[in-house]
Protein backbone atom coordinates (compact mmCIF):
# COMPACT_ATOMS: atom_id res chain seq x y z
CA UNK A 1 0.00 0.00 0.00
CA UNK A 2 2.82 2.04 -0.63
CA UNK A 3 2.38 5.87 -2.30
CA UNK A 4 3.25 5.34 -5.72
CA UNK A 5 6.45 7.44 -6.34
CA UNK A 6 5.98 11.24 -7.70
CA UNK A 7 6.71 12.18 -10.87
CA UNK A 8 8.60 15.04 -9.33
CA UNK A 9 10.95 13.21 -6.73
CA UNK A 10 13.72 13.14 -8.92
CA UNK A 11 14.12 16.92 -9.13
CA UNK A 12 16.39 18.44 -6.48
CA UNK A 13 15.50 20.52 -4.01
CA UNK A 14 15.46 21.58 -0.68
CA UNK A 15 14.08 20.00 2.46
CA UNK A 16 11.02 21.52 4.33
CA UNK A 17 12.48 24.16 6.45
CA UNK A 18 10.16 22.54 9.59
CA UNK A 19 7.44 20.21 10.17
CA UNK A 20 5.96 19.20 13.25
CA UNK A 21 7.59 15.58 14.29
CA UNK A 22 5.03 12.70 13.76
CA UNK A 23 2.54 14.46 11.88
CA UNK A 24 2.23 14.64 7.91
CA UNK A 25 1.81 18.34 7.79
CA UNK A 26 4.71 20.64 6.59
CA UNK A 27 5.47 24.16 6.91
CA UNK A 28 7.24 23.98 4.09
CA UNK A 29 9.78 26.65 2.29
CA UNK A 30 7.24 29.52 1.70
CA UNK A 31 8.57 31.31 5.32
CA UNK A 32 12.33 31.95 3.42
CA UNK A 33 10.93 32.34 -0.23
CA UNK A 34 8.40 34.98 0.66
CA UNK A 35 9.60 36.33 3.64
CA UNK A 36 12.43 38.80 3.37
CA UNK A 37 14.02 36.10 0.82
CA UNK A 38 16.30 38.05 -1.51
CA UNK A 39 19.13 35.53 -0.83
CA UNK A 40 17.55 32.77 0.07
CA UNK A 41 15.54 32.83 -3.74
CA UNK A 42 18.67 33.39 -5.49
CA UNK A 43 20.40 30.49 -3.51
CA UNK A 44 17.78 28.22 -4.31
CA UNK A 45 18.37 28.70 -8.39
CA UNK A 46 22.57 28.96 -7.43
CA UNK A 47 22.40 25.70 -5.32
CA UNK A 48 20.16 23.32 -6.97
CA UNK A 49 19.00 24.88 -11.00
CA UNK A 50 16.45 26.64 -12.70
CA UNK A 51 13.96 24.21 -11.96
CA UNK A 52 13.75 23.09 -7.93
CA UNK A 53 11.21 21.15 -6.18
CA UNK A 54 10.15 23.34 -2.98
CA UNK A 55 7.61 22.28 -0.38
CA UNK A 56 4.38 24.28 0.30
CA UNK A 57 2.68 26.07 3.21
CA UNK A 58 0.78 23.61 5.40
CA UNK A 59 0.88 20.88 2.54
CA UNK A 60 0.50 17.54 3.53
CA UNK A 61 3.90 16.09 3.38
CA UNK A 62 5.21 14.85 0.06
CA UNK A 63 1.60 15.74 -1.47
CA UNK A 64 2.55 19.34 -1.50
CA UNK A 65 5.26 19.82 -3.68
CA UNK A 66 5.67 22.61 -6.11
CA UNK A 67 8.11 23.99 -8.80
CA UNK A 68 10.05 26.95 -8.33
CA UNK A 69 11.11 27.58 -12.49
CA UNK A 70 13.59 30.46 -13.45
CA UNK A 71 15.03 28.22 -16.37
CA UNK A 72 14.68 29.90 -19.20
CA UNK A 73 13.59 26.95 -21.84
CA UNK A 74 11.17 25.63 -19.06
CA UNK A 75 9.48 29.51 -18.73
CA UNK A 76 8.94 29.90 -22.15
CA UNK A 77 6.54 26.33 -22.33
CA UNK A 78 4.85 27.97 -19.54
CA UNK A 79 4.33 31.61 -20.54
CA UNK A 80 4.42 30.82 -24.10
CA UNK A 81 4.14 27.14 -25.99
CA UNK A 82 1.82 25.48 -22.85
CA UNK A 83 0.03 28.55 -21.73
CA UNK A 84 -3.14 26.73 -22.07
CA UNK A 85 -1.46 24.26 -19.78
CA UNK A 86 -0.22 26.82 -17.62
CA UNK A 87 -2.92 29.09 -15.77
CA UNK A 88 -3.15 31.28 -12.91
CA UNK A 89 -3.97 29.46 -9.74
CA UNK A 90 -7.99 29.02 -8.71
CA UNK A 91 -7.46 31.28 -6.34
CA UNK A 92 -5.67 34.17 -7.64
CA UNK A 93 -8.79 34.25 -10.36
CA UNK A 94 -11.58 34.14 -7.64
CA UNK A 95 -10.00 36.26 -5.50
CA UNK A 96 -9.36 39.13 -8.69
CA UNK A 97 -13.23 38.35 -9.64
CA UNK A 98 -14.19 39.58 -6.08
CA UNK A 99 -12.03 42.61 -5.88
CA UNK A 100 -12.07 44.01 -9.81
CA UNK A 101 -14.85 42.01 -11.51
CA UNK A 102 -14.25 41.01 -14.87
CA UNK A 103 -11.14 43.03 -15.94
CA UNK A 104 -7.60 41.23 -17.38
CA UNK A 105 -6.79 39.56 -14.23
CA UNK A 106 -10.07 37.83 -13.13
CA UNK A 107 -9.89 35.81 -16.75
CA UNK A 108 -8.94 32.77 -18.17
CA UNK A 109 -9.12 31.11 -21.78
CA UNK A 110 -10.77 32.55 -24.59
CA UNK A 111 -12.92 35.27 -22.96
CA UNK A 112 -9.37 36.57 -21.40
CA UNK A 113 -7.81 36.29 -25.21
CA UNK A 114 -10.70 38.38 -26.28
CA UNK A 115 -10.17 41.07 -23.59
CA UNK A 116 -6.72 41.20 -24.55
CA UNK A 117 -7.64 41.57 -28.86
CA UNK A 118 -9.52 44.82 -27.59
CA UNK A 119 -6.91 45.96 -25.27
CA UNK A 120 -3.32 45.45 -26.68
CA UNK A 121 -4.14 47.60 -29.52
CA UNK A 122 -5.37 50.83 -26.68
CA UNK A 123 -1.61 50.48 -25.28
CA UNK A 124 0.04 50.89 -28.93
CA UNK A 125 3.32 53.31 -29.27
CA UNK A 126 0.67 56.03 -31.23
CA UNK A 127 -1.52 56.05 -27.88
CA UNK A 128 1.53 56.64 -25.26
CA UNK A 129 2.90 59.25 -27.74
CA UNK A 130 -0.12 60.70 -27.66
CA UNK A 131 -0.71 60.77 -24.35
CA UNK A 132 2.79 61.84 -23.13
CA UNK A 133 2.47 65.78 -23.12
CA UNK A 134 -1.16 65.26 -21.33
CA UNK A 135 0.61 64.10 -18.35
CA UNK A 136 4.31 65.92 -17.76
CA UNK A 137 1.71 68.56 -15.73
CA UNK A 138 1.70 65.72 -13.21
CA UNK A 139 5.60 65.16 -13.44
CA UNK A 140 5.94 69.00 -12.86
CA UNK A 141 3.85 68.70 -9.69
CA UNK A 142 5.38 66.21 -8.00
CA UNK A 143 8.60 68.26 -8.87
CA UNK A 144 7.65 71.51 -7.04
CA UNK A 145 5.92 69.81 -4.17
CA UNK A 146 9.40 68.11 -3.29
CA UNK A 147 11.44 71.22 -3.97
CA UNK A 148 8.44 72.90 -1.32
CA UNK A 149 8.80 69.68 0.88
CA UNK A 150 12.45 70.62 0.95
CA UNK A 151 12.15 74.52 1.51
CA UNK A 152 9.42 74.35 4.29
CA UNK A 153 11.54 70.68 6.40
CA UNK A 154 14.28 69.10 6.86
CA UNK A 155 16.25 67.98 4.32
CA UNK A 156 15.31 64.39 4.62
CA UNK A 157 12.34 63.33 2.93
CA UNK A 158 10.61 59.99 3.26
CA UNK A 159 10.22 59.96 -1.39
CA UNK A 160 7.99 56.73 -1.06
CA UNK A 161 4.47 58.24 -0.45
CA UNK A 162 4.95 60.67 -2.98
CA UNK A 163 6.36 58.62 -5.65
CA UNK A 164 3.61 56.71 -4.81
CA UNK A 165 0.82 59.57 -5.11
CA UNK A 166 2.78 60.66 -8.06
CA UNK A 167 2.21 57.27 -9.53
CA UNK A 168 -1.93 57.04 -8.36
CA UNK A 169 -2.53 60.27 -10.10
CA UNK A 170 -0.55 59.40 -13.66
CA UNK A 171 -2.48 56.04 -14.20
CA UNK A 172 -5.58 57.86 -13.01
CA UNK A 173 -5.38 60.72 -15.41
CA UNK A 174 -3.70 58.27 -17.99
CA UNK A 175 -6.34 55.52 -17.79
CA UNK A 176 -9.46 57.60 -16.54
CA UNK A 177 -9.19 60.83 -17.76
CA UNK A 178 -9.63 61.88 -14.17
CA UNK A 179 -7.68 63.66 -11.82
CA UNK A 180 -8.33 62.67 -7.93
CA UNK A 181 -5.67 65.02 -6.80
CA UNK A 182 -3.81 62.69 -5.10
CA UNK A 183 -0.65 64.55 -5.21
CA UNK A 184 -2.32 66.73 -2.44
CA UNK A 185 -2.66 65.01 1.03
CA UNK A 186 -4.88 67.90 2.59
CA UNK A 187 -7.91 66.61 -0.11
CA UNK A 188 -9.34 63.44 0.18
CA UNK A 189 -11.01 61.12 -2.54
CA UNK A 190 -12.80 58.13 -1.99
CA UNK A 191 -11.51 56.05 -5.08
CA UNK A 192 -8.37 57.06 -4.44
CA UNK A 193 -8.10 56.12 -0.64
CA UNK A 194 -9.24 52.81 -1.84
CA UNK A 195 -6.56 52.00 -4.38
CA UNK A 196 -4.14 53.05 -2.15
CA UNK A 197 -5.03 51.25 0.68
CA UNK A 198 -5.85 47.89 -1.34
CA UNK A 199 -1.96 47.00 -2.18
CA UNK A 200 -1.04 47.02 1.81
CA UNK A 201 -4.65 45.30 2.56
CA UNK A 202 -4.16 42.86 -0.34
CA UNK A 203 -0.13 42.09 0.69
CA UNK A 204 -1.13 41.63 4.91
CA UNK A 205 -3.13 38.82 3.72
CA UNK A 206 -0.66 37.26 1.47
CA UNK A 207 -0.24 34.44 3.67
CA UNK A 208 -4.13 33.71 3.86
CA UNK A 209 -4.99 34.65 0.06
CA UNK A 210 -6.37 31.62 0.01
CA UNK A 211 -9.18 32.37 2.12
CA UNK A 212 -9.46 35.50 0.30
CA UNK A 213 -12.51 34.47 -1.93
CA UNK A 214 -14.83 32.84 1.37
CA UNK A 215 -14.07 35.98 3.80
CA UNK A 216 -15.20 38.55 1.40
CA UNK A 217 -18.56 36.63 0.85
CA UNK A 218 -18.83 36.35 5.05
CA UNK A 219 -18.74 38.59 7.68
CA UNK A 220 -15.59 37.16 9.26
CA UNK A 221 -14.40 39.71 12.02
CA UNK A 222 -10.73 39.76 10.61
CA UNK A 223 -10.26 43.37 10.69
CA UNK A 224 -7.57 42.95 7.23
CA UNK A 225 -10.54 41.29 5.79
CA UNK A 226 -13.40 43.81 6.61
CA UNK A 227 -10.91 46.94 5.61
CA UNK A 228 -10.73 44.68 1.96
CA UNK A 229 -14.41 44.88 1.90
CA UNK A 230 -15.27 47.96 2.69
CA UNK A 231 -12.29 49.04 -0.26
CA UNK A 232 -13.85 46.62 -3.01
CA UNK A 233 -17.36 48.62 -2.16
CA UNK A 234 -15.59 52.05 -2.57
CA UNK A 235 -13.74 51.26 -5.49
CA UNK A 236 -17.19 49.28 -7.32
CA UNK A 237 -19.07 52.24 -6.46
CA UNK A 238 -16.88 54.72 -7.69
CA UNK A 239 -15.54 53.05 -11.28
CA UNK A 240 -19.67 52.42 -12.05
CA UNK A 241 -19.87 56.10 -11.91
CA UNK A 242 -17.10 57.14 -13.85
CA UNK A 243 -17.96 54.57 -16.36
CA UNK A 244 -21.52 55.92 -16.65
CA UNK A 245 -20.07 59.52 -17.16
CA UNK A 246 -17.65 58.55 -19.44
CA UNK A 247 -19.89 56.63 -21.43
CA UNK A 248 -22.42 59.55 -21.30
CA UNK A 249 -19.82 61.91 -22.71
CA UNK A 250 -18.46 59.33 -25.57
CA UNK A 251 -21.75 59.25 -26.64
CA UNK A 252 -22.41 62.98 -26.30
CA UNK A 253 -25.07 62.89 -23.60
CA UNK A 254 -23.40 65.50 -21.44
CA UNK A 255 -23.13 65.42 -17.41
CA UNK A 256 -25.51 62.14 -16.40
CA UNK A 257 -28.05 62.47 -13.06
CA UNK A 258 -26.79 61.74 -9.91
CA UNK A 259 -23.31 61.82 -11.79
CA UNK A 260 -21.96 65.21 -9.72
CA UNK A 261 -18.10 64.76 -9.12
CA UNK A 262 -17.31 63.52 -5.76
CA UNK A 263 -15.28 65.24 -3.00
CA UNK A 264 -11.21 66.29 -4.06
CA UNK A 265 -12.22 64.61 -7.91
CA UNK A 266 -12.22 66.00 -11.07
CA UNK A 267 -13.30 64.93 -15.12
CA UNK A 268 -10.19 66.43 -17.09
CA UNK A 269 -12.40 65.51 -20.41
CA UNK A 270 -11.92 68.37 -22.07
CA UNK A 271 -7.88 68.84 -21.59
CA UNK A 272 -7.99 65.06 -22.54
CA UNK A 273 -9.64 64.58 -25.41
CA UNK A 274 -10.40 61.25 -25.36
CA UNK A 275 -6.66 60.33 -25.07
CA UNK A 276 -7.29 58.48 -21.03
CA UNK A 277 -7.22 54.83 -21.83
CA UNK A 278 -10.78 54.08 -20.74
CA UNK A 279 -11.93 56.29 -24.18
CA UNK A 280 -10.00 54.67 -26.13
CA UNK A 281 -11.24 51.46 -24.94
CA UNK A 282 -14.51 52.36 -24.90
CA UNK A 283 -14.52 53.85 -28.40
CA UNK A 284 -12.38 50.84 -29.91
CA UNK A 285 -15.19 48.89 -28.06
CA UNK A 286 -18.11 51.01 -30.21
CA UNK A 287 -16.45 50.26 -33.32
CA UNK A 288 -15.82 46.63 -32.87
CA UNK A 289 -17.56 43.55 -34.44
CA UNK A 290 -20.93 42.44 -32.73
CA UNK A 291 -18.82 39.41 -31.74
CA UNK A 292 -15.69 40.74 -30.50
CA UNK A 293 -17.26 43.66 -28.12
CA UNK A 294 -16.64 42.97 -24.61
CA UNK A 295 -19.74 43.40 -22.12
CA UNK A 296 -20.28 46.46 -19.95
CA UNK A 297 -19.31 43.98 -16.79
CA UNK A 298 -16.15 43.45 -18.74
CA UNK A 299 -15.59 47.20 -19.85
CA UNK A 300 -15.92 48.05 -16.06
CA UNK A 301 -13.68 45.38 -14.87
CA UNK A 302 -10.60 46.59 -16.66
CA UNK A 303 -10.86 50.53 -14.97
CA UNK A 304 -9.49 48.82 -12.02
CA UNK A 305 -7.41 45.99 -12.88
CA UNK A 306 -5.59 48.86 -15.10
CA UNK A 307 -5.22 51.21 -12.22
CA UNK A 308 -4.58 48.67 -9.50
CA UNK A 309 -2.00 46.78 -11.79
CA UNK A 310 -0.03 50.03 -12.85
CA UNK A 311 0.11 52.07 -9.93
CA UNK A 312 2.03 50.06 -6.91
CA UNK A 313 4.63 48.29 -9.41
CA UNK A 314 5.33 51.39 -11.03
CA UNK A 315 5.99 53.62 -7.72
CA UNK A 316 8.36 50.38 -6.24
CA UNK A 317 10.31 50.79 -9.35
CA UNK A 318 10.74 54.86 -9.04
CA UNK A 319 11.46 54.71 -5.54
CA UNK A 320 14.13 52.37 -6.32
CA UNK A 321 15.95 53.93 -8.80
CA UNK A 322 16.36 56.96 -7.13
CA UNK A 323 17.94 55.21 -4.00
CA UNK A 324 20.30 53.81 -6.53
CA UNK A 325 20.82 57.13 -7.98
CA UNK A 326 21.09 58.65 -4.32
CA UNK A 327 23.88 55.68 -3.66
CA UNK A 328 25.58 56.48 -6.56
CA UNK A 329 26.10 59.88 -7.73
CA UNK A 330 28.58 59.31 -10.31
CA UNK A 331 25.50 57.76 -12.26
CA UNK A 332 23.45 60.24 -11.32
CA UNK A 333 25.39 63.05 -12.59
CA UNK A 334 25.88 61.62 -15.93
CA UNK A 335 22.41 60.61 -16.09
CA UNK A 336 21.12 64.21 -15.58
CA UNK A 337 23.88 65.90 -17.73
CA UNK A 338 22.28 63.38 -20.97
CA UNK A 339 18.48 64.73 -19.56
CA UNK A 340 20.12 68.43 -20.04
CA UNK A 341 21.59 67.87 -23.54
CA UNK A 342 18.14 65.90 -24.33
CA UNK A 343 16.08 68.36 -23.29
CA UNK A 344 18.69 71.56 -24.87
CA UNK A 345 18.12 69.60 -28.55
CA UNK A 346 14.80 69.00 -28.10
CA UNK A 347 11.95 70.18 -30.38
CA UNK A 348 10.01 71.48 -27.31
CA UNK A 349 12.92 73.70 -26.85
CA UNK A 350 11.44 77.42 -27.28
CA UNK A 351 14.07 80.55 -27.42
CA UNK A 352 13.57 81.90 -23.75
CA UNK A 353 12.57 78.50 -21.99
CA UNK A 354 14.87 76.85 -19.20
CA UNK A 355 16.02 73.98 -20.09
CA UNK A 356 14.94 72.09 -17.38
CA UNK A 357 11.10 73.06 -17.89
CA UNK A 358 11.29 71.61 -21.27
CA UNK A 359 8.90 67.96 -21.61
CA UNK A 360 10.74 65.54 -23.83
CA UNK A 361 8.61 64.55 -26.49
CA UNK A 362 8.17 60.06 -26.30
CA UNK A 363 10.60 59.38 -29.21
CA UNK A 364 12.50 61.71 -27.71
CA UNK A 365 12.15 60.36 -24.07
CA UNK A 366 12.66 57.27 -25.25
CA UNK A 367 15.73 58.00 -27.26
CA UNK A 368 17.99 58.89 -24.45
CA UNK A 369 20.45 55.83 -23.91
CA UNK A 370 21.71 56.18 -20.50
CA UNK A 371 18.46 56.90 -19.16
CA UNK A 372 17.17 53.78 -20.89
CA UNK A 373 19.99 51.78 -19.51
CA UNK A 374 18.98 52.54 -15.97
CA UNK A 375 15.96 52.03 -16.25
CA UNK A 376 16.09 48.89 -18.16
CA UNK A 377 19.29 47.62 -15.40
CA UNK A 378 16.77 48.82 -12.24
CA UNK A 379 14.18 46.49 -13.85
CA UNK A 380 16.43 43.62 -14.51
CA UNK A 381 17.73 43.77 -11.16
CA UNK A 382 15.25 44.55 -9.15
CA UNK A 383 11.80 43.44 -10.81
CA UNK A 384 9.02 44.72 -8.74
CA UNK A 385 6.56 41.64 -9.06
CA UNK A 386 9.82 38.71 -8.00
CA UNK A 387 7.27 35.76 -7.93
CA UNK A 388 4.32 34.92 -9.89
CA UNK A 389 2.11 31.23 -9.82
CA UNK A 390 0.65 29.02 -12.47
CA UNK A 391 -1.11 25.79 -11.88
CA UNK A 392 -0.59 23.08 -14.50
CA UNK A 393 -3.63 21.58 -15.55
CA UNK A 394 -2.91 18.25 -17.66
CA UNK A 395 0.56 16.03 -17.31
CA UNK A 396 2.96 17.41 -19.43
CA UNK A 397 6.77 17.18 -19.76
CA UNK A 398 8.65 20.73 -19.05
CA UNK A 399 12.19 20.30 -21.02
CA UNK A 400 14.92 22.38 -19.64
CA UNK A 401 17.81 24.37 -20.95
CA UNK A 402 20.08 23.25 -18.08
CA UNK A 403 19.45 20.32 -16.54
CA UNK A 404 19.83 21.19 -12.17
CA UNK A 405 23.81 20.77 -11.41
CA UNK A 406 22.80 17.29 -9.13
CA UNK A 407 21.02 15.53 -12.34
CA UNK A 408 22.83 16.40 -15.51
CA UNK A 409 21.18 13.69 -16.92
CA UNK A 410 17.87 15.69 -16.68
CA UNK A 411 16.78 17.12 -19.45
CA UNK A 412 13.03 17.42 -19.07
CA UNK A 413 10.60 16.89 -15.82
CA UNK A 414 7.73 14.83 -16.12
CA UNK A 415 4.71 17.20 -14.24
CA UNK A 416 2.05 15.77 -13.50
CA UNK A 417 -1.55 18.25 -13.74
CA UNK A 418 -2.28 19.91 -10.44
CA UNK A 419 1.17 21.10 -9.62
CA UNK A 420 1.92 24.18 -8.58
CA UNK A 421 4.74 26.33 -10.62
CA UNK A 422 6.15 29.25 -8.83
CA UNK A 423 8.04 31.79 -11.38
CA UNK A 424 10.87 33.23 -10.01
CA UNK A 425 11.38 36.10 -12.36
CA UNK A 426 13.51 37.77 -9.42
CA UNK A 427 16.05 34.36 -10.55
CA UNK A 428 15.45 34.77 -14.48
CA UNK A 429 16.70 37.90 -14.27
CA UNK A 430 19.75 37.08 -12.04
CA UNK A 431 20.53 33.38 -14.15
CA UNK A 432 24.05 33.55 -14.52
CA UNK A 433 24.05 31.13 -17.97
CA UNK A 434 21.80 33.77 -19.37
CA UNK A 435 23.01 37.65 -18.46
CA UNK A 436 26.26 36.84 -17.77
CA UNK A 437 29.17 35.91 -14.73
CA UNK A 438 28.24 39.76 -13.64
CA UNK A 439 24.59 38.76 -13.29
CA UNK A 440 23.64 40.06 -9.79
CA UNK A 441 25.20 43.61 -10.39
CA UNK A 442 23.71 46.92 -11.44
CA UNK A 443 25.57 47.46 -14.51
CA UNK A 444 23.83 49.90 -16.66
CA UNK A 445 26.36 50.18 -19.70
CA UNK A 446 25.32 46.08 -20.22
CA UNK A 447 22.79 47.94 -22.07
CA UNK A 448 24.99 50.31 -24.01
CA UNK A 449 27.45 50.03 -26.53
CA UNK A 450 31.21 51.05 -26.50
CA UNK A 451 29.99 54.23 -27.99
CA UNK A 452 27.35 54.82 -25.03
CA UNK A 453 24.36 53.78 -27.85
CA UNK A 454 21.70 51.65 -26.90
CA UNK A 455 22.24 47.54 -27.89
CA UNK A 456 19.82 46.90 -30.06
CA UNK A 457 17.41 44.46 -29.30
CA UNK A 458 17.05 41.32 -31.01
CA UNK A 459 13.62 39.54 -31.72
CA UNK A 460 13.75 37.75 -28.51
CA UNK A 461 10.80 35.62 -29.13
CA UNK A 462 12.57 33.93 -32.09
CA UNK A 463 15.45 32.63 -30.07
CA UNK A 464 13.69 32.25 -26.32
CA UNK A 465 12.57 28.37 -27.21
CA UNK A 466 16.59 27.45 -27.25
CA UNK A 467 16.94 28.44 -24.17
CA UNK A 468 19.18 30.97 -24.94
CA UNK A 469 16.93 33.74 -24.05
CA UNK A 470 14.08 34.52 -22.10
CA UNK A 471 10.63 35.36 -23.56
CA UNK A 472 10.43 38.39 -21.47
CA UNK A 473 8.21 41.13 -23.76
CA UNK A 474 10.70 43.91 -22.08
CA UNK A 475 14.54 43.25 -23.74
CA UNK A 476 14.18 39.67 -23.15
CA UNK A 477 14.03 40.39 -18.93
CA UNK A 478 10.95 38.29 -17.04
CA UNK A 479 9.87 41.10 -15.10
CA UNK A 480 6.90 42.10 -17.17
CA UNK A 481 6.57 38.62 -18.17
CA UNK A 482 5.72 36.95 -21.66
CA UNK A 483 3.21 35.20 -23.69
CA UNK A 484 -0.60 35.62 -23.46
CA UNK A 485 -0.16 37.18 -20.01
CA UNK A 486 2.62 39.44 -20.25
CA UNK A 487 2.00 42.81 -18.92
CA UNK A 488 0.10 45.08 -21.20
CA UNK A 489 0.95 48.52 -19.36
CA UNK A 490 5.37 47.82 -20.25
CA UNK A 491 5.55 50.76 -22.43
CA UNK A 492 3.15 52.47 -20.07
CA UNK A 493 5.36 52.50 -17.48
CA UNK A 494 9.07 52.64 -18.85
CA UNK A 495 7.47 55.93 -20.54
CA UNK A 496 5.99 57.34 -16.76
CA UNK A 497 9.55 56.00 -15.38
CA UNK A 498 10.93 57.85 -17.85
CA UNK A 499 9.32 60.73 -17.65
CA UNK A 500 9.27 61.36 -13.91
CA UNK A 501 13.00 60.65 -13.69
CA UNK A 502 13.46 63.41 -16.67
CA UNK A 503 11.63 65.76 -14.92
CA UNK A 504 12.92 65.07 -11.38
CA UNK A 505 16.50 64.84 -12.04
CA UNK A 506 16.36 68.33 -14.34
CA UNK A 507 15.07 70.35 -10.75
CA UNK A 508 16.37 68.22 -8.09
CA UNK A 509 19.20 65.89 -6.92
CA UNK A 510 19.03 63.13 -4.32
CA UNK A 511 21.64 61.83 -1.30
CA UNK A 512 21.00 59.20 1.10
CA UNK A 513 20.48 60.30 4.53
CA UNK A 514 23.38 61.73 6.26
CA UNK A 515 23.07 60.34 9.55
CA UNK A 516 25.57 57.88 10.09
CA UNK A 517 24.40 54.13 9.98
CA UNK A 518 21.01 55.06 8.65
CA UNK A 519 20.41 53.38 5.49
CA UNK A 520 16.98 51.34 3.32
CA UNK A 521 17.38 47.70 3.33
CA UNK A 522 14.94 46.70 0.43
CA UNK A 523 13.11 43.43 1.79
CA UNK A 524 12.05 40.78 -0.86
CA UNK A 525 8.45 40.10 0.11
CA UNK A 526 7.47 38.34 -3.30
CA UNK A 527 6.86 42.45 -3.91
CA UNK A 528 10.33 44.94 -3.12
CA UNK A 529 9.63 46.61 0.71
CA UNK A 530 12.30 49.23 1.30
CA UNK A 531 12.44 49.81 5.10
CA UNK A 532 14.70 51.57 7.64
CA UNK A 533 16.59 49.33 10.29
CA UNK A 534 16.58 50.13 13.85
CA UNK A 535 17.43 52.27 15.31
CA UNK A 536 16.37 54.94 12.83
CA UNK A 537 13.15 53.06 11.83
CA UNK A 538 11.15 49.55 12.81
CA UNK A 539 12.42 47.36 10.11
CA UNK A 540 8.69 47.24 8.90
CA UNK A 541 7.18 50.02 7.67
CA UNK A 542 8.19 50.54 3.89
CA UNK A 543 9.80 53.76 3.74
CA UNK A 544 12.73 55.68 1.41
CA UNK A 545 14.24 58.74 3.30
CA UNK A 546 16.57 60.80 0.67
CA UNK A 547 17.74 64.04 1.19
CA UNK A 548 16.33 66.03 -1.15
CA UNK A 549 18.03 69.48 -2.61
CA UNK A 550 17.63 71.75 -5.40
CA UNK A 551 20.14 71.19 -8.64
CA UNK A 552 23.31 72.88 -8.35
CA UNK A 553 26.38 73.80 -11.33
CA UNK A 554 28.43 70.52 -9.75
CA UNK A 555 25.44 67.92 -10.24
CA UNK A 556 26.20 67.46 -13.73
CA UNK A 557 29.90 65.71 -15.52
CA UNK A 558 31.00 69.26 -16.78
C1 LIG B 1 7.24 48.67 -13.40
C2 LIG B 1 5.94 48.54 -13.54
C3 LIG B 1 5.23 47.25 -13.82
C4 LIG B 1 5.62 45.95 -13.63
C5 LIG B 1 6.94 45.46 -13.07
C6 LIG B 1 4.55 45.10 -14.09
C7 LIG B 1 4.61 43.71 -14.09
C8 LIG B 1 3.58 42.89 -14.51
C9 LIG B 1 3.63 41.45 -14.52
C10 LIG B 1 4.80 40.61 -14.06
C11 LIG B 1 2.44 41.00 -14.98
C12 LIG B 1 1.99 39.53 -15.14
C13 LIG B 1 1.19 39.12 -13.92
C14 LIG B 1 0.68 37.69 -13.97
O1 LIG B 1 0.58 37.10 -15.04
O2 LIG B 1 0.38 37.13 -12.91
C15 LIG B 1 1.64 42.15 -15.27
C16 LIG B 1 0.35 42.10 -15.75
C17 LIG B 1 -0.42 43.22 -15.97
N1 LIG B 1 -0.01 44.53 -15.91
FE1 LIG B 1 1.78 45.22 -15.34
N2 LIG B 1 3.53 45.88 -14.53
C18 LIG B 1 3.89 47.20 -14.40
C19 LIG B 1 3.17 48.30 -14.77
C20 LIG B 1 1.92 48.26 -15.32
C21 LIG B 1 1.18 49.41 -15.76
C22 LIG B 1 1.69 50.85 -15.73
C23 LIG B 1 -0.05 48.96 -16.18
C24 LIG B 1 -1.21 49.72 -16.75
C25 LIG B 1 -1.13 50.90 -17.29
C26 LIG B 1 -0.06 47.52 -16.00
C27 LIG B 1 -1.12 46.70 -16.29
C28 LIG B 1 -1.09 45.32 -16.22
C29 LIG B 1 -2.25 44.48 -16.49
C30 LIG B 1 -3.65 44.97 -16.84
C31 LIG B 1 -1.82 43.16 -16.34
C32 LIG B 1 -2.64 41.89 -16.55
C33 LIG B 1 -2.39 41.39 -17.95
C34 LIG B 1 -3.13 40.10 -18.28
O3 LIG B 1 -3.36 39.27 -17.40
O4 LIG B 1 -3.46 39.93 -19.46
N3 LIG B 1 1.16 47.13 -15.49
N4 LIG B 1 2.36 43.30 -14.99
Request: with cysteine; glycine share 8%.
Amino acid sequence: LRRPRSPLADVPGPESDHWLKGTLVTFGNYGRIFQDGWDYNLQLQEKYGGVVKVHALLGVRDAHKQLYVSDPRALHYIVVKEQHIYTETDMFIMGNKLIFGDGLISTLGAQHKKQRKMLNPVFSLANMRDLLPVIQPIADSLASILLAQRRAGPREINVLPWMSRGALEYICQAALGYSFNALDPRRTNAYAEAIQKLAPSALRLIFIRPFVPLFLRTRFPLKAFQDLRGVVRAMDEASRRIFREKKARLAGVGQVKGAEAEEGEKDLGDRMRGRDIMSIMLNANMSSEESERLSDEELLGQMSTIIFAGFETTSTAISRILFILASRPDVQRKLRSEIRAAKRASGNHTEGTRWEDVGLGYDELMAVPYLDAVVRETLRVYPPTSLLARTCRQDTTLPLAHPPPARPELAAIPVPAGTNVIMSLLCANHNKAVWGADADEWRPGRWLTEKGERVPLSDVQEESESGERYPGVYASMMTFLGGGRACIGFKFAEMEIKQVLATLLSRMAFALPSQPGKTVRWKMNGLQVPVVEPPFGDGATAQVPLEVRRVAAGDFLD
